[in-house]
Protein backbone atom coordinates (compact mmCIF):
# COMPACT_ATOMS: atom_id res chain seq x y z
CA UNK A 1 0.00 0.00 0.00
CA UNK A 2 1.46 3.04 -1.10
CA UNK A 3 1.89 5.68 1.85
CA UNK A 4 1.54 9.50 1.40
CA UNK A 5 2.45 11.38 -1.80
CA UNK A 6 4.35 14.62 -2.20
CA UNK A 7 5.78 16.45 -5.00
CA UNK A 8 8.07 17.71 -5.56
CA UNK A 9 10.22 16.40 -3.32
CA UNK A 10 12.66 19.50 -3.59
CA UNK A 11 12.20 22.85 -4.71
CA UNK A 12 14.05 25.82 -5.49
CA UNK A 13 12.54 28.95 -6.65
CA UNK A 14 13.42 32.52 -6.23
CA UNK A 15 11.54 35.09 -4.02
CA UNK A 16 8.39 36.44 -5.27
CA UNK A 17 7.63 33.50 -7.47
CA UNK A 18 4.40 31.04 -6.55
CA UNK A 19 5.19 27.81 -4.72
CA UNK A 20 2.87 24.91 -5.14
CA UNK A 21 3.10 21.46 -2.86
CA UNK A 22 1.48 18.56 -3.64
CA UNK A 23 -0.22 15.76 -1.76
CA UNK A 24 -1.74 12.75 -1.89
CA UNK A 25 -3.23 11.09 1.06
CA UNK A 26 -3.42 7.40 1.88
CA UNK A 27 -6.46 6.25 0.08
CA UNK A 28 -9.42 5.82 2.48
CA UNK A 29 -8.23 8.74 4.88
CA UNK A 30 -10.50 11.09 5.98
CA UNK A 31 -8.06 14.11 7.62
CA UNK A 32 -5.25 15.56 5.90
CA UNK A 33 -2.61 17.40 7.67
CA UNK A 34 0.15 20.09 6.20
CA UNK A 35 2.90 20.77 8.40
CA UNK A 36 6.21 22.88 8.25
CA UNK A 37 9.28 22.05 9.82
CA UNK A 38 12.52 24.44 10.94
CA UNK A 39 15.21 24.27 12.85
CA UNK A 40 13.75 26.97 14.65
CA UNK A 41 9.92 26.43 15.57
CA UNK A 42 10.41 22.70 14.57
CA UNK A 43 7.05 20.82 13.36
CA UNK A 44 4.55 23.52 13.42
CA UNK A 45 0.73 22.40 12.09
CA UNK A 46 -0.59 24.97 9.37
CA UNK A 47 -3.97 23.35 8.48
CA UNK A 48 -5.83 20.40 8.93
CA UNK A 49 -8.75 19.09 6.35
CA UNK A 50 -11.40 16.28 7.82
CA UNK A 51 -13.50 15.01 4.72
CA UNK A 52 -11.84 17.69 2.90
CA UNK A 53 -13.83 20.27 4.75
CA UNK A 54 -10.68 23.00 6.31
CA UNK A 55 -11.37 22.53 10.27
CA UNK A 56 -8.51 24.73 11.24
CA UNK A 57 -6.18 26.75 9.50
CA UNK A 58 -4.80 28.74 12.51
CA UNK A 59 -1.58 27.82 12.05
CA UNK A 60 -1.27 29.12 7.98
CA UNK A 61 1.24 32.34 8.59
CA UNK A 62 -0.27 34.95 6.59
CA UNK A 63 -2.10 35.38 3.57
CA UNK A 64 0.45 34.74 1.05
CA UNK A 65 -0.19 30.66 2.15
CA UNK A 66 -3.76 29.10 1.12
CA UNK A 67 -4.74 25.77 1.04
CA UNK A 68 -7.11 23.33 -1.26
CA UNK A 69 -8.15 19.63 -0.88
CA UNK A 70 -10.55 19.39 -3.98
CA UNK A 71 -10.94 15.86 -3.50
CA UNK A 72 -10.48 13.13 -1.05
CA UNK A 73 -7.18 12.14 -2.88
CA UNK A 74 -5.70 15.39 -3.35
CA UNK A 75 -4.60 18.48 -1.92
CA UNK A 76 -2.77 21.30 -2.56
CA UNK A 77 -0.54 24.34 -0.49
CA UNK A 78 0.37 27.44 -2.66
CA UNK A 79 2.75 29.72 -1.22
CA UNK A 80 2.43 33.36 -3.33
CA UNK A 81 4.70 35.29 -3.43
CA UNK A 82 7.41 33.19 -1.21
CA UNK A 83 9.70 34.57 0.84
CA UNK A 84 12.82 33.49 1.84
CA UNK A 85 11.70 32.96 5.50
CA UNK A 86 9.47 30.17 3.91
CA UNK A 87 12.24 27.68 3.62
CA UNK A 88 11.42 24.79 5.58
CA UNK A 89 10.49 21.31 4.86
CA UNK A 90 6.72 21.02 4.37
CA UNK A 91 5.21 17.72 5.18
CA UNK A 92 1.79 16.37 4.71
CA UNK A 93 0.14 13.65 6.97
CA UNK A 94 -2.85 11.72 7.05
CA UNK A 95 -4.68 9.43 8.75
CA UNK A 96 -7.77 7.30 8.97
CA UNK A 97 -11.14 8.70 10.33
CA UNK A 98 -10.60 12.28 11.88
CA UNK A 99 -12.86 11.25 14.41
CA UNK A 100 -10.41 11.35 17.45
CA UNK A 101 -7.17 12.71 17.92
CA UNK A 102 -5.84 9.62 19.15
CA UNK A 103 -5.54 8.30 15.56
CA UNK A 104 -1.97 8.09 14.72
CA UNK A 105 -0.82 10.51 11.80
CA UNK A 106 1.25 9.36 8.65
CA UNK A 107 3.87 11.21 7.28
CA UNK A 108 4.71 11.93 3.60
CA UNK A 109 8.46 11.70 2.95
CA UNK A 110 8.03 15.74 2.32
CA UNK A 111 9.06 18.89 0.28
CA UNK A 112 12.20 20.95 1.00
CA UNK A 113 11.58 24.24 -0.46
CA UNK A 114 14.52 26.83 -0.61
CA UNK A 115 13.45 30.13 -1.59
CA UNK A 116 16.48 32.12 -2.69
CA UNK B 1 -0.21 28.62 24.02
CA UNK B 2 0.19 25.21 24.22
CA UNK B 3 3.41 24.09 24.86
CA UNK B 4 5.54 20.66 24.70
CA UNK B 5 9.23 20.66 25.71
CA UNK B 6 12.09 18.27 25.13
CA UNK B 7 15.24 18.71 25.97
CA UNK B 8 16.97 19.38 22.71
CA UNK B 9 20.34 16.83 23.19
CA UNK B 10 22.21 15.35 21.74
CA UNK B 11 22.25 13.08 24.65
CA UNK B 12 24.78 10.04 23.82
CA UNK B 13 24.53 6.92 25.29
CA UNK B 14 27.07 3.97 24.93
CA UNK B 15 25.81 0.91 22.51
CA UNK B 16 23.33 -1.42 24.37
CA UNK B 17 22.22 1.09 27.53
CA UNK B 18 19.23 2.52 28.02
CA UNK B 19 18.34 5.99 26.75
CA UNK B 20 15.34 8.12 28.60
CA UNK B 21 14.02 10.74 26.89
CA UNK B 22 11.25 13.13 28.62
CA UNK B 23 8.94 15.57 27.59
CA UNK B 24 6.69 17.58 29.49
CA UNK B 25 3.35 19.26 28.09
CA UNK B 26 1.42 21.59 29.66
CA UNK B 27 -2.25 21.30 28.73
CA UNK B 28 -3.81 19.03 31.46
CA UNK B 29 -6.36 18.07 29.65
CA UNK B 30 -4.52 16.16 27.03
CA UNK B 31 -5.29 12.68 26.60
CA UNK B 32 -2.91 10.86 24.27
CA UNK B 33 0.86 11.18 23.81
CA UNK B 34 2.87 9.91 20.76
CA UNK B 35 6.61 9.09 20.44
CA UNK B 36 8.15 9.61 16.20
CA UNK B 37 11.26 8.77 15.54
CA UNK B 38 13.05 10.94 12.62
CA UNK B 39 16.38 10.19 10.70
CA UNK B 40 18.21 12.84 9.38
CA UNK B 41 16.58 13.78 5.98
CA UNK B 42 13.35 11.55 6.98
CA UNK B 43 9.99 12.32 7.73
CA UNK B 44 8.49 11.48 10.96
CA UNK B 45 7.15 8.06 12.24
CA UNK B 46 5.28 6.50 15.16
CA UNK B 47 7.08 4.79 17.51
CA UNK B 48 4.43 4.18 20.37
CA UNK B 49 1.79 6.21 21.74
CA UNK B 50 0.49 5.92 25.63
CA UNK B 51 -3.17 7.16 26.61
CA UNK B 52 -3.21 5.45 30.14
CA UNK B 53 -0.86 6.44 33.02
CA UNK B 54 1.46 4.09 33.41
CA UNK B 55 4.07 1.79 31.07
CA UNK B 56 3.67 0.66 27.44
CA UNK B 57 5.89 -1.94 26.38
CA UNK B 58 6.68 -2.98 22.82
CA UNK B 59 9.71 -4.42 22.11
CA UNK B 60 12.72 -2.49 23.32
CA UNK B 61 10.65 0.65 24.06
CA UNK B 62 8.43 1.84 27.07
CA UNK B 63 6.28 5.30 27.14
CA UNK B 64 6.08 6.42 30.80
CA UNK B 65 3.09 8.51 31.23
CA UNK B 66 2.13 10.09 34.25
CA UNK B 67 -0.71 12.79 33.71
CA UNK B 68 -0.26 14.46 37.01
CA UNK B 69 3.24 15.41 36.41
CA UNK B 70 2.29 15.86 33.42
CA UNK B 71 5.31 14.43 32.09
CA UNK B 72 6.03 11.57 29.44
CA UNK B 73 9.09 9.66 28.82
CA UNK B 74 10.48 7.07 26.38
CA UNK B 75 12.88 4.22 27.75
CA UNK B 76 15.07 2.34 24.67
CA UNK B 77 16.82 -0.51 25.95
CA UNK B 78 19.97 -2.42 24.53
CA UNK B 79 20.25 0.72 22.32
CA UNK B 80 21.79 -0.24 18.88
CA UNK B 81 22.87 2.58 16.45
CA UNK B 82 20.44 2.35 14.05
CA UNK B 83 18.31 3.84 17.13
CA UNK B 84 20.36 7.25 16.30
CA UNK B 85 17.58 9.75 15.63
CA UNK B 86 15.77 13.07 16.77
CA UNK B 87 12.87 11.61 18.86
CA UNK B 88 9.58 13.85 19.00
CA UNK B 89 7.06 14.09 21.49
CA UNK B 90 3.37 14.77 20.36
CA UNK B 91 0.63 16.07 22.22
CA UNK B 92 -3.07 16.72 20.89
CA UNK B 93 -4.19 19.57 22.34
CA UNK B 94 -7.45 18.61 24.02
CA UNK B 95 -10.51 18.47 21.90
CA UNK B 96 -9.00 19.13 18.55
CA UNK B 97 -6.90 17.35 16.07
CA UNK B 98 -3.87 20.04 16.47
CA UNK B 99 -0.49 17.88 17.56
CA UNK B 100 1.49 19.95 19.19
CA UNK B 101 5.28 18.66 18.61
CA UNK B 102 8.11 19.05 20.83
CA UNK B 103 10.84 20.47 19.41
CA UNK B 104 12.68 17.07 19.53
CA UNK B 105 15.67 15.20 21.30
CA UNK B 106 18.75 14.03 19.27
CA UNK B 107 20.10 10.80 20.25
CA UNK B 108 23.61 9.43 19.35
CA UNK B 109 24.16 5.62 20.24
CA UNK B 110 27.70 5.57 20.29
CA UNK B 111 28.87 1.87 18.68
Redo the contacts between chains.
Keep these: DAGVIQSPRHEVTEMGQEVTLRCKPISGHNSLFWYRQTMMRGLELLIYFNNNVPIDDSGMPEDRFSAKMPNASFSTLKIQPSEPRDSAVYFCASNPFGDSPQETQYFGPGTRLLVL | QKEVEQNSGPLSVPEGAIASLNCTYSDRGS ?2 F ?1 WYRQYSG ?5 IM ?1 I ?1 SNGDKEDGRFTAQLNKASQYVSLLIRDSQPSDSATY ?1 CAV ?2 S ?5 I ?4 TRLKVLA
Design positions: QSFKSPELFYLPTGTYKYFGTG
